[in-house]
């Protein structure tokens, strides 16, 4: 009886001193929690924008919170004005306003900018030079479209009904149109 009581001494003289030295129970060991994804708008132009093309590009301040989408053109010989529908994904977008480039109005020509803002995603654009004066060989921003991100996910700006035209009022069929895609993560 002696030896059991003293095989039980042991023990728990052996557990007294092995509990201190466990450290609990260590959590478990799983993975770092993810943070999320930054935000970000990143559009992707269509082309590369040659001569003789009207594309679309991120002006500079586009962010998180607005995308400064440029109408640009790139040595469009004899350009007075143009007019096209724009489609543009308003699951993610919203349209805020355009404003006129320098383009145009060189050598202090008056123009006229009018955007009209249809349903789910569908701008109608014009701008054009004023009054008795030629075209200019066109390469810059024409106008900017300021856009909201509302939404996280992806779509494409497409034209259609776009045209550029001289000063008599005939249309540059040698000009390329190319358009783009965003994606968008809030």
Same mark, same amino acid.
């Given at each position: 009886?002696?030896?059991?009581?003293?095989?039980?001494?042991?023990?728990?003289?052996?557990?007294?001193?092995?509990?201190?030295?466990?450290?609990?129970?260590?959590?478990?060991?799983?993975?770092?929690?993810?943070?999320?994804?930054?935000?970000? &708008?990143?559009?992707?132009?269509? +082309?590369?924008?040659?001569? =003789?093309?009207?594309? %679309? !590009? /991120?002006?500079? *301040?586009?962010?998180?919170?607005?995308?400064?989408?440029?109408?640009?053109?790139?040595?469009?010989?004899?350009?007075?004005?143009?007019?096209?529908?724009?489609?543009?994904?308003?699951?993610?977008?919203?349209?805020?306003?355009?404003?006129?480039?320098?383009?145009?109005?060189?050598?202090?020509?008056?123009?006229?900018?009018? &955007?009209?803002?249809?349903?789910? +995603?569908?701008?109608?654009? =014009?701008?054009?030079? %004023? !009054? /008795?004066?030629? *075209?200019?060989?066109?390469?810059?921003?024409?106008?900017?479209?300021?856009?909201?991100?509302?939404?996280?996910?992806?779509?494409?700006?497409?034209?259609?009904?776009?045209?550029?035209?001289?000063?008599?009022?005939?249309?540059?069929?040698?000009?390329?149109?190319?358009?783009?895609?965003?994606?968008?993560?809030?």
């Amino acid at each position: 009886m002696a030896l059991t009581r003293r095989c039980r001494l042991v023990v728990i003289s052996l557990l007294a001193l092995c509990l201190p030295a466990c450290g609990g129970g260590g959590g478990g060991g799983g993975k770092t929690p993810t943070q999320p994804a930054t935000p970000t &708008v990143t559009f992707q132009p269509a +082309g590369s924008g040659g001569p =003789g093309t009207i594309t %679309l !590009g /991120a002006g500079a *301040g586009s962010g998180v919170s607005r995308l400064y989408l440029e109408v640009r053109a790139n040595q469009v010989a004899g350009l007075y004005g143009l007019a096209f529908d724009l489609r543009f994904p308003a699951a993610q977008l919203r349209f805020e306003r355009a404003t006129e480039g320098v383009v145009l109005n060189t050598d202090g020509a008056a123009t006229s900018l009018q &955007v009209a803002a249809g349903e789910n +995603g569908h701008l109608v654009v =014009g701008l054009t030079r %004023l !009054g /008795a004066v030629s *075209g200019v060989t066109a390469t810059g921003p024409l106008l900017t479209l300021e856009l909201v991100p509302i939404a996280s996910g992806s779509g494409t700006f497409a034209f259609s009904a776009n045209a550029a035209y001289d000063e008599r009022a005939a249309v540059l069929d040698e000009v390329v149109w190319q358009a783009g895609s965003v994606e968008i993560r809030l």
